[in-house]
């Protein structure tokens, strides 16, 4: 193994960016807020950005409690990036953001969901039957719940591990190892009822019981694959040096490819089981996906979210060169900023978002929300040692000099 | 790695005898870093790191995987493609004769089956198995080798290879026991 090359970088401080998130997020998510409150466009806009930060903040809470359920020795160097990407901040932050979408549905005046209407369901035996469930009282209940949950465990983990890294005191760690596995479960159960609740029922009549692992797979993706972001593109600065080696990128890579497997996997079941079936009820989903345009995007997501990161994290040299990985997941990324459009905006009438192309709210929203999630990211950076010291494995020198 | 087809009582190699999976896999660094090629370790359980540690730099059986993963596809697929469109068109349900996602389950589920037979038939030719006789067994106590010791093997076809100073480096990794085994 070659020496690495030693750069006189300062060390790593990413609660620097916290003020201009906060500057772009409450004036881009709010400007996009206010349009939404009128314009049914610039609400799809809203709950399409909110979509791919709310669920990659998922992502960071489900790898938090995978790591302090296995306590693997990969995860020590990330863990505080899970943490902080699914902290307190950030999920108290993005609650509020989905703010906007939630008192809509509760006044009866949403434009996204029309299960939400009182007249509507009227009407409709399907939703009339669905009602007991999906009604604006029940759904704001379950939406208050699951961040409750979420909050919970999430704080839990981050003041323990803050304590340990304080006091050393090991009880702290078998206190995690005896949380993080049911909460991973309650995670599983939370993250499925809330995707199947604030996404599919944008599209009332269809469902698909495999939806909600599908979007925590996609969810997983978006967090592992900033994470890797993170870390590769700084691994010669404090206090990544020394400790992001080939073998730790290449436990990362491993991960990225069974989710990205894991992906096609659930996707390609979906897909399957509703074309084999052909019943309107359940074809209406990918009928709505047909459209102009959108059936490219659905061809290039298989391209692109499958076969391509499959076949470059199928080698090995990928994954042992930081900067390879890099790249792959930074692609991983964008693809799911794709799907993510390509999941929200064809559930709206046809009239609305006849092809894909995206809008001027669509950027102000993406970008508002992104500042919002920025925002709650750095400040519980801000309180964090990005490296925990209470784990001595980290420092165990791999004694090969690389 | 190799076969061995000498005859009888030729010398095999020079084989240490390890307590712990920490000592083996110091001295099979130290070993690769003195430049010894032809090493080869025996534990009870996976050492984790042993491979890069003896050098292992083996690509082969990954590529023989990969080609069998896309045999599996090409024929998975051409199978389907021969019997539905060819053959025996039926008409289901009005799809096309041709209709990709059908077949796609009957692609993957060949295409693993074939890479994990690529892999279990490629790792079998390529260590000669199953081989009757090993020289290695004619090492003390190798019995222990499914149990609690760890051994280490270095080969007398290495390049490397000294009566005297392979037995004394191996000495120096303070095993066991160190032996030189007849095969």
Partial sequence: MAAPVMSDRPGLNLAKLGPLGTIVGLIGAGAAAAVAWSDPK??????????FFGMMSLGFLGFLCLHHTVRGKWGLPVMRIFEAGASPQVLIIMALAFLPVVIPVLSGKSSLYEWSHADVVANDPILQHKAPYLNPVFWTIRFVLFFLIWIGISNFLAKSTAKQDETGEYSNEQRRSQIAPPGLVAFFVTATFAATDWFMSLEPHWYSTIYGVWNVVGAGLMA????????????DREPYKGLITPKLTKDLGNLLFALTMLWGYTSLSQYLIIWSGNIPEYTSYFVNRRLEGWQGVGLALILGQFFIPFFALLAPRTKAVASNLAKVAGWILVMRLLDSY???MPSFQASSRPTPMPQLW?????IG???LWLMGFCLAMKSKKLIPTYDERLFEGDGHGH | MAGYSRHKDAPYAIVAEYGTPDEILKAANTLREAGYKKVESYTPFPVHGMDEAIGYKDQRIPWIVFMGGLTGAVLGFSLQYYTAVWDYPLNIGGRPLMSIPSMIPVTFECTILFASIGAVVGMLGMNMLPQPYHPIFNTPNFRRCSQDRFFLAVEVNDPKFD?????????????LNVAKVEG
């Fill in chain 1, 342 to 344: 390509y999941m929200i």
């Fill in chain 1, 362 to 366: 669509d950027f102000v929203a993406f």
């Fill in chain 2, 163 to 175: 009566d005297v100073e392979t037995k004394a480096l191996l000495e120096s990794t303070s095993p």
């Fill in chain 1, 42 to 51: 610039a609400s799809q806009s809203y709950l399409f950005a909110w979509f």
């Fill in chain 1, 224 to 235: 592992l694959s900033v994470t890797v972001l993170i870390v590769t593109t700084n691994k």
């Fill in chain 1, 369 to 371: 929300v992104g500042g």
